[in-house]
Structures are given as C-alpha cells and as structure tokens.
T-cell receptor, first 115, second 112 residues
Framework: EAGVTQFPSHSVIEKGQTVTLRCDPI?????LYWYRRVMGKEIKFLLH????????ESGMPNNRFLAERTGGTYSTLKVQPAELEDSGVYFC?????????????FGEGSWLTVV | KNQVEQSPQSLIILEGKNCTLQ??????????LRWYKQDTGRGPVSLTI?????NTKSNGRYTATLDADTKQSSLHITASQLSDSASYIC???????????FGTGTKLQVIP
C-alpha cells in the first residue's frame, strides 16, 4: 500500500513567486493534515481536511496560504506570494478516522526554500 | 497556551545501552499522546499512541509511559541500535479532530 506522497520533495523559489505543494494521502483516508516546520522550531499544525471540507484551519499563518482538497482526494497548498519566512519543511499527513487512537501517517515532506 | 516540552534536547549513547526521553505537556483537554521517530530528511513515523486511560505502551524495543496526572510521558529505548539515531518527537492532541501540539524533539545519536 502506498504511503502519503508529497510533491515536490524540494523547491527553491524567489521571494514573491508562487509555489504549489501537492499531497496524495493514503487511499481511503478521509482525514488530511498539513503541518510546517520552520528552521529551528517545532512542527506546527496548519490545517485539517475531512474529505473535501476544512475541519480546522486555525494554524494557517496568513492569507498568502491557500489549501484545497477538491473531490476529497489529493490536496494542494499554495503559497502566493512567497516570503523568506515561509522557508521550511511542509509535511502532509493522513488518517482513516479522527478517533483518539488512530495512527496518523506522515509524508516525507516538501522542503521549501525562499530566496 | 498548549505546550509540549521535551528533554534532553540531544543525547549521545553507546550502542547496546538503554535511554529514556522525557516529555512534559500542558495541553488541555488531553486526548492522546504520540511518540514519533524522525530520521534526518524524512517524515515522522509513529511509534506509540496512548490515550488518557493507558499508562504504558510498547512497540518492540520502544516503551512509552504516560502519567496523565502529572502530564508527563517518557519513551524508553532498550538495547539501542545504530539505526535508533534520529529525532524523537512527542505530540499531544487536545480535544477532538486531532488538533496537535508538537514538541521540539530529542535528537538521539547512537554510537558504536
């Protein structure tokens, strides 16, 4: 069974440009999460989809970030325009349910560098 | 404010030795606590999940404990191997829908 896959694995863009990160969750997982780790800090929650609906987007830093999950399958996270402080690793994760004891599976991350 | 603090920040141990990593949290209302292993350049991989009613959970050489009264957890690694070298992250969920707070992790290095 394929795990959570993310694309691209690495991206270097200039300040002001746009980048779109993609996440394919494990097939059948209704719950999809985006997280971010900036340099030297802990991983932080960005948002949570249940199927195509945004269950919780309280962690989104500002309106330059837009997440979508059309059709409840894969998700995209767009940063427009990118700023230097957006550099970091963006992790996507998925789970079958949101019950307390379920396993959340992480992707390998998309490493973003804004120069 | 929900917080998760881990100690030590980093640790070096000899292969074959045991070690214990600590996690203190102030997340409320508590839902569950997870330990993840993250190899350099990779995504986190789940080791254990504990809910309020569980106070110990094992996964091979990894044993996690939870004291919900003192809001502390520990991850004990037995007979360490070189492949255990990684960051170990404590993650605590509050309420429903998996709203989580991550610790900064403990970086473990196992040397021959």
């Amino acid at each position: 069974e394929a795990g959570v896959t993310q694309f691209p694995s690495h991206s270097v863009i200039e300040k002001g440009q746009t980048v779109t990160l993609r996440c394919d969750p494990i097939s059948g997982h209704d719950n999809l999460y985006w997280y971010r780790r900036v340099m030297g800090k802990e991983i932080k929650f960005l948002l949570h989809f249940v199927k195509e609906s945004k269950q919780d987007e309280s962690g989104m830093p500002n309106n330059r970030f837009l997440a979508e999950r059309t059709g409840g399958t894969y998700s995209t996270l767009k940063v427009q325009p990118a700023e230097l402080e957006d550099s970091g690793v963006y992790f996507c994760a998925s789970s079958a349910t949101f019950s307390s004891g379920n396993t959340i599976y992480f992707g390998e991350g998309s490493w973003l560098t804004v120069v | 404010k929900n917080q998760v603090e881990q100690s030590p920040q980093s640790l070096i141990i000899l292969e074959g030795k045991n070690c214990t990593l600590q996690c203190n949290y102030t997340v409320s209302p508590f839902s569950n606590l997870r330990w993840y292993k993250q190899d350099t350049g990779r995504g986190p991989v789940s080791l254990t999940i504990m809910t309020f009613s569980e106070n110990t959970k094992s996964n091979g050489r990894y044993t996690a404990t939870l004291d919900a009264d003192t809001k502390q957890s520990s991850l004990h690694i037995t007979a360490s191997q070189l492949s255990d070298s990684a960051s170990y992250i404590c993650v605590v969920s509050a309420g429903g829908y998996q709203k989580v707070t991550f610790g900064t992790g403990t970086k473990l290095q196992v040397i021959p």
